[in-house]
T-cell receptor, first 114, second 112 residues
Framework: AQSVAQPEDQVNVAEGNPLTVKCTYSVSGNPYLFWYVQYPNRGLQFLLKYITGDNLVKGSYGFEAEFNKSQTSFHLKKPSALVSDSALYFC????????????FGKGTRLSVIA | SQTIHQWPATLVQPVGSPLSLECTVEGTSNPNLYWYRQAAGRGLQLLFYSVGIGQISSEVPQNLSASRPQDRQFILSSKKLLLSDSGFYLCAWSEGLWDGYTFGSGTRLTVV
């Protein structure tokens, strides 16, 4: 069975500092990995995905994520945080084997302080 | 381009009343469709998903049901709501195995 862990419920960073939101996964075989962001009372918005190829994936709003197969991780990063990045972030995983739904982590609330 | 519509945006219903939430997708055919529930602004719980008309997979036993009467229409229903059915309900669609999901704007359901 596939699973995702987001070990931090909350991440606080100062505006202008780099940010990292952690994600580790467990699947049989190769993973499809995704990051989504959710603003209050809104649906989730797609940020980026890893399917295959380059381990460093660039996405929307200056975010990027690095796929690390040996550590089964897919951490979300941004070099310089903005107050407007404050939101709830979800990591999700699916395996390659079949048409199974995405499994989402519990979410990490990012707070960027001015 | 593809769009997803979900309504209503907010709903307050008494305990024991029925429920019907609707989700439609435009601009694509034979999408995979999903219903999620989000409690207390945190994790997502997959409720139902459908890979075609009349094909519904249920992930969690509960007071809810889903139907897909048309290719791009996905309905979440309940005959009698419980207080525990309160939450934020999200519909989503995807085109294929390698695709991520596109989410609707959600329905905030409060059962009183």
């Amino acid at each position: 069975a596939q699973s995702v862990a987001q070990p931090e419920d909350q991440v606080n960073v100062a505006e202008g500092n780099p940010l990292t939101v952690k994600c580790t996964y467990s699947v049989s075989g190769n993973p499809y990995l995704f990051w989504y962001v959710q603003y209050p009372n809104r649906g989730l918005q797609f940020l980026l995905k890893y399917i295959t190829g380059d381990n460093l994936v660039k996405g929307s709003y200056g975010f990027e994520a690095e796929f690390n197969k040996s550590q089964t991780s897919f951490h979300l990063k941004k070099p310089s945080a903005l107050v407007s990045d404050s939101a709830l972030y979800f990591c999700a995983v699916r395996d390659h084997s079949g048409n199974t739904p995405l499994v989402f982590g519990k979410g990490t609330r990012l707070s960027v302080i001015a | 381009s593809q769009t997803i519509h979900q309504w209503p945006a907010t709903l307050v219903q008494p305990v024991g009343s029925p429920l019907s939430l609707e989700c439609t997708v435009e601009g694509t055919s034979n999408p995979n469709l999903y219903w999620y529930r989000q409690a207390a602004g945190r994790g997502l719980q997959l409720l139902f998903y459908s890979v075609g008309i009349g094909q519904i997979s249920s992930e969690v036993p509960q007071n809810l049901s889903a139907s897909r009467p048309q290719d791009r229409q996905f309905i979440l229903s309940s005959k009698k709501l419980l207080l525990s059915d309160s939450g934020f309900y999200l519909c989503a669609w995807s085109e294929g195995l390698w695709d991520g999901y596109t989410f609707g704007s959600g329905t905030r359901l409060t059962v009183v």
